[in-house]
């Protein structure tokens, strides 16, 4: 009878054991290494444009208040994208961690026009046109991931940069009042966003991701003249972010 107990914990213990080491044991596909791809889909832009009374002279407080109302406008574009991406990461176990670049277009153009009559003087009229411009973003963000069979999931987030012009062009009838601003800059932002990759064979990965980023605010001043050498001036902003999803495929340099 003791030897059938002994020989039962051992069992019991080696089952453990084999069980604790399954549970334990490495991914079949190893995605370290380096790798580049590319990526196809589409990035809504979505910016906030706002004209304001900078210096009150040639608009009064009243105009100011109507002026601030119709100069804030949302711009927003669905548009086809496309990019390229490229990093390493080293496998530990299940655990992904990883440095990625990359760069995909915006195509961002769009343009909006209000025209009103003065409150303070309906016979005369005024024009804000407000232009919002970018045509690409390139990012570096650190992956961290989780690996499974074939499988591989993974969060991210970094550093991201974008070229933003902004354009606006004020005009009336009142006393030829006239204002114009283009202005572009190079925006440093912020990403953040999750994927996930399929291992193919000879080191080919499907590759599916949804990135958020946000690269604040462009602004900028305006001199407006006019017939009555009144002067004064307009203050201009726009903020940029953009929501990417996009797919393609990506290839590791050792394989799987």
């Given at each position: 009878?003791?030897?059938?107990?002994?020989?039962?914990?051992?069992?019991?213990?080696?089952?453990?054991?084999?069980?604790?080491?399954?549970?334990?044991?490495?991914?079949?596909?190893?995605?370290?290494?380096?790798?580049?791809?590319?990526?196809?889909?589409?990035?809504?832009?979505?910016?906030?444009?706002?004209?304001?009374?900078?210096?009150?002279?040639?608009?009064?407080?009243?105009?100011?208040?109507?002026?601030?109302?119709?100069?804030?406008?949302?711009?927003?574009?669905?548009?086809?994208?496309?990019?390229?991406?490229?990093?390493?990461?080293?496998?530990?176990?299940?655990?992904?961690?990883?440095?990625?670049?990359?760069?995909?277009?915006?195509?961002?153009?769009?343009?909006?026009?209000?025209?009103?009559?003065?409150?303070?003087?309906?016979?005369?009229?005024?024009?804000?046109?407000?232009?919002?411009?970018?045509?690409?973003?390139?990012?570096l963000r650190?992956?961290?991931?989780?690996?499974?069979?074939?499988?591989?999931?993974?969060?991210?987030?970094?550093?991201?940069?974008?070229?933003?012009?902004?354009?606006?062009?004020?005009?009336?009838?009142?006393?030829?009042?006239?204002?114009?601003?283009?202005?572009?800059?190079?925006?440093?932002?912020?990403?953040?966003?999750?994927?996930?990759?399929?291992?193919?064979s000879g080191?080919?990965?499907?590759?599916?991701?949804?990135?958020?980023?946000?690269?604040?605010?462009?602004?900028?001043?305006?001199?407006?003249?006019?017939t009555n050498?009144?002067?004064?001036?307009?203050?201009?902003?726009?903020?940029?972010?953009?929501?990417?999803?996009?797919?393609?495929?990506?290839?590791?340099?050792?394989?799987?």
């Amino acid at each position: 009878m003791l030897g059938y107990k002994a020989s039962l914990v051992a069992c019991l213990i080696g089952g453990m054991s084999s069980g604790a080491a399954l549970a334990q044991s490495a991914p079949t596909v190893d995605w370290s290494g380096f790798y580049v791809g590319g990526l196809v889909g589409a990035t809504n832009s979505q910016t906030q444009a706002k004209t304001t009374v900078g210096y009150q002279k040639y608009l009064n407080a009243t105009d100011a208040a109507q002026m601030a109302r119709a100069g804030d406008s949302g711009l927003a574009q669905w548009q086809p994208s496309a990019g390229l991406v490229g990093g390493y990461g080293k496998q530990f176990g299940h655990i992904l961690l990883g440095l990625e670049a990359s760069a995909n277009s915006i195509y961002l153009n769009d343009e909006r026009t209000v025209s009103e009559n003065y409150v303070t003087a309906p016979a005369s009229r005024f024009i804000l046109r407000q232009s919002v411009r970018a045509d690409w973003m390139a990012s570096l963000r650190p992956r961290l991931g989780w690996a499974e069979d074939n499988w591989l999931g993974y969060v991210t987030g970094g550093l991201s940069v974008t070229q933003l012009k902004l354009d606006t062009l004020f005009v009336d009838n009142a006393w030829s009042g006239y204002s114009k601003s283009s202005d572009t800059e190079i925006r440093t932002g912020w990403s953040l966003g999750l994927g996930g990759e399929y291992a193919l064979s000879g080191g080919w990965a499907l590759r599916g991701e949804y990135l958020y980023t946000n690269f604040g605010a462009l602004k900028s001043m305006s001199e407006t003249t006019s017939t009555n050498d009144s002067g004064g001036s307009l203050a201009h902003k726009a903020d940029l972010d953009t929501h990417a999803v996009m797919v393609g495929l990506t290839y590791r340099f050792k394989g799987f």
